[in-house]
Structures are given as structure tokens and as C-alpha cells.
DNA sequence: TAGCCGTGGCT
DNA sequence: TAGCCAAGGCT
């Protein structure tokens, strides 16, 4: 049994047979063209994806897709890229639309720095004229990291490209047998992916492993038996696919207390509004609509205060887990007994709440103060 | 470089 | 249930 695996030792030998000592048949290009092959008869119809064998798919939708599956799953970005693609066809489009706008559609999908940075990004192809088709020039992009940069140019460009995404670190993590813990195995991850990475087809490739990933080599009780790639894989020929890759434990997660205040009036047309704020552009939730509060962060509980003078009384508690911390949102409801001096300060239509694009956390507040429930 | 940054589904 | 996790990027 393999103890451990280091740089040193990465990649595998391979005697004359193609066969390791377990068994593992990585040599030549065999893995890939068994998974292409599984690939061709397997692979997920998805609205972002043209067919294998088919012409690439518009470098826009890959690009918007890639994006909004950033720690996304597929479900939760079918919708959103639905309604995307439909307000904004093209990359011209979207470069030319109001930066609120563009927010407010974003809100529910989370990670707002990828709508901030989407829009930054569509603007400088605009300038540009058309997307980069090179990895390089798709990496100097704003939102647009290793893995998006390798994808795009792989997918819609069918450029040669190493993508490693978490999917494939799991499958190759499992494929070779890599004991060294994530994120520490990294560069031996992208070392193997390299050595199984196909000269042709490298988007199919890349979304092949992808589909293995997400059906097949799963994280919790990979179905091996199913797996295309049983007959290259180490871990599955050890018996040990489950346990790998080796993740470095977590840290605990605080909670942290809060507080958010609804304040209305009846605005100049006679309709009840609520006070609203745009945060600032940086920092969680930066750059979307909120309802103002005090000052609660991933680093410490708020101060309590309210934005403003008023008397107030609790309308319950909203409690929102965040990536790295816990929060328990108390609810403020008042009447401001002043004029409002907050930054970002805007008044919204009580009766269209619900399209303000409000951040999830906002949104149960937002609901917890229609409703007048007490515990959401 | 390790911490920050959302959300909802699954086990 | 409470934790884990998803087609990561930025600083």
C-alpha cells in the first residue's frame, strides 16, 4: 500500500506494458481516448454546450457559463444564465447595460465579485472587439483566473490548454494515487493533468472530466464500477478511491450578531417606500442593493446603532450562513426621525421589494418585515 | 499565501 | 442536523 506520494515521485513509472505496479494503465493516450470516447456517448446536454463533434459554442455564452459556475452548481446557474443571455445576447450588450442593473439580475447567485468583475470584463472585450482566443489573453481578463482562462480558450477556442478545475483535481488526485494533502498537491495535480491532456479535443477533454466528476467520480461513494477510467486508476485499483484527495481540515466557523433596520415613508407619489443603500463597490456583498445596518462583518458583531434617529422595536431574528462565518441578523423596524444622511442612500417601492435584487440575506430580512414572522 | 467572498442542495 | 461541497478569483 502507497504510503505517500510527493513531488519527487510524480509521475508514475511506467514499465514497457503500460502498467504500473498496481495495475494502472495510464500510458499513451489511452485514458483520454477512453474518456472521449465514454464522453461522446455520455455527455451532458447543458444550454451553455454544443454537442461533441459539433462547432464550438459562441465564446460569450462559455465565458458568461464559466463565470457563473464559479463554486456554482450547474442547477442554480441554468436560470440565471437563461436570463442573462436573453436581457443581453451578445458581449456588446452586456458592456453597454447599467452596472445596477447587471447587479440586481446577479443577486441569489452569490460571490458578487464575479458580477462586478463580468461586467469589467465584457466592457474591456468590447474595447477589444471580440473575445482573446488565447489563453494568455484570455488570463489578463478581469474575473478570468487560471482555470476559466484554460477552459474558455479550450472550449470555444479548441486551443491546447491544461484545465483543472475541482472536478478534475478529484479525478486525478484518484487516477494517480496522490497522498499529498490539497492545496499542497496542486502542482502535482496539474503536472498529471498535463501528461493525460490530449493534443485534439482538449474542451472536450477538460468538460469530459467534468461530467466524470460530477456523475461518476463523484466526492462521497464514487461509482467505480461505472467509471470509464477504472482500468487507469491507482486509488480504484488500491481500493481507495473515497479517500482521495486528501483535503487539510477546516477552521471553525463564528457567528457573528447583527443588526439591519427597515425604515419606510410615503414617498412623493403617496406609496409606501423602504430605505435602501448601495454598498461600497470592494467587500462582501460589495456593490449591491441592502438595506442599511450596523456595520456586522465576517471579522466582528455590529454596534448596534441604527443609521439614523428613530425609536425602534425587534421584528424577529434572520439567521444566513456565509462561506466563513455565521450571522444572526436582528431586524429593526422604526420610523426615521430625521432626513437620511447615508452613503448610498436610496428609497425603493415597498410593493417591489422583491425586484430590488437584494443579497439572500437581505431578501429573508426583507420578508421577515413584510410577513411580520418572527423567526426565518 | 492564506484569508476573504454566497448560496442552496445533499448526506 | 450540521457540515460539506460546487466548472475559483483576488489580494
Given at each position: 500500500?502507497?504510503?505517500?506520494?510527493?513531488?519527487?515521485?510524480?509521475?508514475?513509472?511506467?514499465?514497457?506494458?503500460?502498467?504500473?505496479?498496481?495495475?494502472?494503465?495510464?500510458?499513451?493516450?489511452?485514458t483520454a481516448?477512453?474518456l472521449l470516447?465514454?464522453y461522446?456517448?455520455?455527455a451532458r446536454?447543458l444550454?451553455w454546450r454544443s454537442?461533441p463533434?459539433?462547432?464550438a459554442p459562441?465564446p460569450?455564452?462559455v465565458w458568461?457559463s464559466e463565470v457563473?459556475l464559479q463554486q456554482?452548481?450547474v442547477?442554480?446557474?441554468?436560470?440565471?444564465?437563461?436570463?442573462?443571455?436573453?436581457?443581453?445576447?451578445?458581449?456588446?450588450?452586456?458592456?453597454?447595460?447599467?452596472?445596477?442593473?447587471?447587479?440586481?439580475?446577479?443577486?441569489?447567485?452569490?460571490?458578487?465579485?464575479?458580477?462586478?468583475?463580468?461586467?469589467?470584463?465584457?466592457?474591456?472585450?468590447?474595447?477589444?472587439?471580440?473575445?482573446p482566443d488565447t489563453e494568455e489573453g484570455l488570463r489578463?481578463l478581469?474575473g478570468l483566473g487560471a482555470y476559466t482562462a484554460a477552459a474558455v480558450a479550450a472550449i470555444a477556442f479548441d486551443r491546447h490548454a491544461v484545465v483543472v478545475d475541482a472536478n478534475v483535481e478529484r479525478v486525478v488526485a484518484?487516477l494517480f494515487?496522490?497522498?499529498?494533502?490539497?492545496?499542497?498537491?496542486r502542482p502535482a495535480i496539474r503536472a498529471a493533468t498535463a501528461t493525460i491532456t490530449p493534443q485534439r479535443r482538449a474542451g472536450d477533454f477538460a468538460q469530459a472530466m467534468m461530467d466524470l466528476g460530477a456523475?461518476?467520480c463523484?466526492?462521497?461513494?464514487?461509482?467505480?464500477?461505472?467509471?470509464?477510467l477504472?482500468?487507469?486508476?491507482?486509488?480504484?485499483?488500491?481500493?481507495?478511491?473515497?479517500?482521495?484527495?486528501?483535503?487539510?481540515?477546516?477552521?471553525?466557523?463564528?457567528?457573528?450578531?447583527?443588526?439591519?433596520?427597515?425604515?419606510?415613508?410615503?414617498?412623493?407619489?403617496?406609496?409606501?417606500?423602504?430605505?435602501?443603500?448601495?454598498?461600497?463597490?470592494?467587500?462582501?456583498?460589495?456593490?449591491?442593493?441592502?438595506?442599511?445596518?450596523?456595520?456586522?462583518?465576517?471579522?466582528?458583531?455590529?454596534?448596534?446603532?441604527?443609521?439614523?434617529?428613530?425609536?425602534?422595536?425587534?421584528?424577529?431574528?434572520?439567521?444566513?450562513?456565509?462561506?466563513?462565518?455565521?450571522?444572526?441578523?436582528?431586524?429593526?423596524?422604526?420610523?426615521?426621525?430625521?432626513?437620511?444622511?447615508?452613503?448610498?442612500?436610496?428609497?425603493?417601492?415597498?410593493?417591489?421589494?422583491?425586484?430590488?435584487?437584494?443579497?439572500?440575506?437581505?431578501?429573508?430580512?426583507?420578508?421577515?418585515?413584510?410577513?411580520?414572522?418572527?423567526?426565518?
Amino acid at each position: 500500500m502507497q504510503a505517500s506520494s510527493h513531488p519527487d515521485d510524480f509521475p508514475a513509472c511506467h514499465d514497457e506494458s503500460g502498467a504500473d505496479e498496481n495495475g494502472a494503465d495510464k500510458s499513451g493516450a489511452g485514458t483520454a481516448d477512453r474518456l472521449l470516447a465514454w464522453y461522446d456517448r455520455n455527455a451532458r446536454l447543458l444550454p451553455w454546450r454544443s454537442p461533441p463533434g459539433t462547432p464550438a459554442p459562441d465564446p460569450y455564452r462559455v465565458w458568461l457559463s464559466e463565470v457563473m459556475l464559479q463554486q456554482t452548481t450547474v442547477a442554480a446557474v441554468g436560470p440565471y444564465f437563461d436570463k442573462f443571455t436573453r436581457t443581453w445576447p451578445t458581449v456588446h450588450d452586456l458592456a453597454a447595460a447599467d452596472d445596477a442593473v447587471v447587479m440586481a439580475a446577479w443577486a441569489g447567485l452569490g460571490y458578487y465579485a464575479r458580477a462586478r468583475n463580468l461586467l469589467a470584463c465584457a466592457r474591456a472585450v468590447a474595447a477589444l472587439g471580440a473575445f482573446p482566443d488565447t489563453e494568455e489573453g484570455l488570463r489578463a481578463l478581469p474575473g478570468l483566473g487560471a482555470y476559466t482562462a484554460a477552459a474558455v480558450a479550450a472550449i470555444a477556442f479548441d486551443r491546447h490548454a491544461v484545465v483543472v478545475d475541482a472536478n478534475v483535481e478529484r479525478v486525478v488526485a484518484r487516477l494517480f494515487a496522490i497522498d499529498t494533502p490539497l492545496p499542497a498537491a496542486r502542482p502535482a495535480i496539474r503536472a498529471a493533468t498535463a501528461t493525460i491532456t490530449p493534443q485534439r479535443r482538449a474542451g472536450d477533454f477538460a468538460q469530459a472530466m467534468m461530467d466524470l466528476g460530477a456523475t461518476i467520480c463523484t466526492v462521497k461513494t464514487p461509482r467505480c464500477l461505472l467509471c470509464p477510467l477504472r482500468q487507469d486508476c491507482r486509488a480504484a485499483a488500491e481500493g481507495r478511491a473515497e479517500g482521495l484527495p486528501v483535503k487539510a481540515a477546516k477552521k471553525a466557523k463564528p457567528t457573528r450578531q447583527g443588526r439591519a433596520f427597515w425604515i419606510e415613508r410615503i414617498g412623493p407619489g403617496g406609496t409606501a417606500e423602504v430605505l435602501m443603500v448601495t454598498r461600497p463597490g470592494k467587500g462582501m456583498l460589495g456593490g449591491m442593493r441592502a438595506l442599511p445596518d450596523d456595520g456586522w462583518s465576517a471579522r466582528g458583531d455590529g454596534d448596534g446603532q441604527a443609521p439614523l434617529a428613530g425609536t425602534w422595536r425587534s421584528a424577529g431574528v434572520v439567521r444566513h450562513g456565509f462561506t466563513h462565518f455565521d450571522l444572526e441578523l436582528q431586524l429593526m423596524v422604526g420610523e426615521a426621525l430625521s432626513a437620511a444622511k447615508i452613503a448610498g442612500a436610496h428609497w425603493w417601492p415597498r410593493d417591489d421589494v422583491e425586484n430590488a435584487g437584494l443579497p439572500t440575506v437581505f431578501a429573508k430580512a426583507a420578508r421577515l418585515a413584510l410577513a411580520g414572522t418572527q423567526d426565518i
